[in-house]
């Protein structure tokens, strides 16, 4: 069954370093979506992405934030100078966007921690 | 402005318990989709059913039951027979229909459900 990927699956940076977060969506799918969950926290939307443009995004994806699809394949969050509250499990999810089908089919994440 | 509430922040049922795990959600849109997902200890996001608002219909899969009520903006979730693999952080979501041109989800902030052998 297809699935979506990540990687790193663990990422120990320090402050004010970038890092690039990566995914490789399910193939056919359009709509590529971050996400971010704080630990012990509720899920947060961050960006959604269509026709390589973004089509939105929240108040926590400011301009430290950006992201990619450099092939056909993957999908990048990019953080250019970590914080310390950037600490989180970030999950990159996909969907096809057909009519009455929008699941959103997450990654197993990847836990960035900013020391 | 889309809210989904998850009152209960943790429950601890004994195994071959049933257990329902309460979702409330607010928007002021005619087209919605809800959603749950469950979130295992490993911490991944596993999708378990959609549900469009225009579809009142119950629907049961397995040990799994949810029921959609408009009238009270509830989407409930219960587990019958409940089994340790069953413990897990679970999270109602909501996004609008394609209309409102968003596809993001609202998350509520999950139910720790922990099933005691």
């Known amino acids: 069954e297809p699935e979506v990927t990540q990687t790193p699956s663990h990422q120990v940076t320090q402050m004010g370093q970038e890092v690039i977060l990566r995914c490789v969506p399910i193939s056919n799918h359009l709509y590529f979506y971050w996400y971010r969950q704080i630990l012990g926290q509720k899920v947060e939307f961050l960006v959604s992405?269509?026709?390589?443009?973004?089509?939105?995004k929240s108040e926590i994806f400011d301009d430290q934030f950006s992201v990619e699809r450099p092939d056909g394949s993957n999908f990048t969050l990019k953080i250019r100078s970590t914080k310390l509250e950037d600490s989180a499990m970030y999950f990159c999810a996909s969907s096809d966007g057909d009519r009455g089908n929008f699941e959103q089919y997450f990654g197993p994440g990847t836990r960035l921690t900013v020391t | 402005a889309q809210k989904v509430t998850q009152a209960q922040t943790e429950i601890s049922v004994v195994e071959k318990e049933d257990v329902t795990l309460d979702c409330v959600y607010e928007t002021r849109d005619t087209t919605y989709y809800l959603f749950w997902y469950k979130q295992p200890p490993s911490g991944e996001l596993v999708f378990l059913i959609r549900?469009?608002?225009?579809?009142?219909q119950n629907e049961i899969s397995g040990r799994y039951s949810w029921n959609f009520q408009k009238s009270t903006s509830s989407f409930n979730f219960t587990i019958t027979a409940s089994q340790v693999v069953d413990s897990a952080v679970y999270f109602c979501a909501l996004h609008q229909g394609s209309g409102a041109g968003s596809y993001q989800l609202t998350f509520g902030k999950g139910t720790k459900l922990s099933v005691i052998p």
């Open positions: 549900r469009n608002s225009f579809d009142e």
């Open positions: 992405f269509y026709n390589n443009e973004i089509s939105e």
